[in-house]
T-cell receptor, first 115, second 115 residues
Framework: AQSVTQLDSQVPVFEEAPVELRCNYS??????LFWYVQYPNQGLQLLLK??????LVESINGFEAEFNKSQTSFHLRKPSVHISDTAEYFC?????????????FGAGTRLFVKA | EAGVAQSPRYKIIEKRQSVAFWCNPI?????LYWYQQILGQGPKLLIQFQNNGVVDDSQLPKDRFSAERLKGVDSTLKIQPAKLEDSAVYLC?????????????FGPGTRLTVL
């Protein structure tokens, strides 16, 4: 069965510092991996996704994540964060089941960027 | 392109009362999802529709929750009667293809408080 573990519930970091949000998953089949971001009082938005091909994927606002099959991880990184990156980040895994694709979300990591 | 619309944004009811939430997905999106997001947790899929048919409702508490998508467009999620543990944000999402990409677009959610 699928599961997603986000190892940190909260990550405080100073502005311009690097950050890594950790995500591990378990699945018995090929998976597709996603990071969603939820800004305060807004809905979830897709940040980046891994479907196939290059294991390193990037977003338009400087985040990147690397799919590591041997470690079943999909950690999210940014070399220098901004105050505006303060949000909750959800890792999600999707795989094919009899009804199509089923997506499971992690519990989320709250990133708090301090000035 | 208009996003996923949900109403109401907030609802406060007493336990044992009934409540209904409405969702209008992005035009043309065949797949519609309802998620429950309890405070401090990631979204949990309640039900998934493909057009007006149910693909997955395995985690829907069918003794009190019901959902319909009669014309394959907008959808209603109902809780009757509500319990204290139903307090959560109810998220609606839609996607254009239930296959490979499975990118979901989320609405802003309805925050339900059961007193």
């Amino acid at each position: 069965a699928q599961s997603v573990t986000q190892l940190d519930s909260q990550v405080p970091v100073f502005e311009e510092a690097p950050v890594e949000l950790r995500c591990n998953y378990s699945s018995s089949v090929s998976v597709y991996l996603f990071w969603y971001v939820q800004y305060p009082n807004q809905g979830l938005q897709l940040l980046l996704k891994y479907l196939s091909g290059s294991t390193l994927v990037e977003s338009i606002n400087g985040f990147e994540a690397e799919f590591n099959k041997s470690q079943t991880s999909f950690h999210l990184r940014k070399p220098s964060v901004h105050i505006s990156d303060t949000a909750e980040y959800f890792c999600a895994v999707s795989d094919r089941n009899t009804g199509g694709f089923k997506t499971i979300f992690g519990a989320g990591t709250r990133l708090f960027v301090k000035a | 392109e208009a996003g996923v619309a949900q109403s109401p944004r907030y609802k406060i009811i007493e336990k044992r009362q009934s409540v209904a939430f409405w969702c209008n997905p992005i035009s043309g999106h065949a797949t519609l999802y309802w998620y429950q997001q309890i405070l401090g947790q990631g979204p949990k899929l309640l039900i998934q529709f493909q057009n007006n048919g149910v693909v997955d409702d395995s985690q829907l508490p069918k003794d009190r929750f019901s959902a319909e998508r009669l014309k394959g467009v907008d959808s209603t999620l109902k809780i009757q009667p509500a319990k204290l543990e139903d307090s959560a944000v109810y998220l609606c999402a839609s996607s254009s293809f239930q296959g490979l990409l499975n990118e979901q677009f989320f609405g802003p959610g309805t925050r339900l408080t059961v007193l």
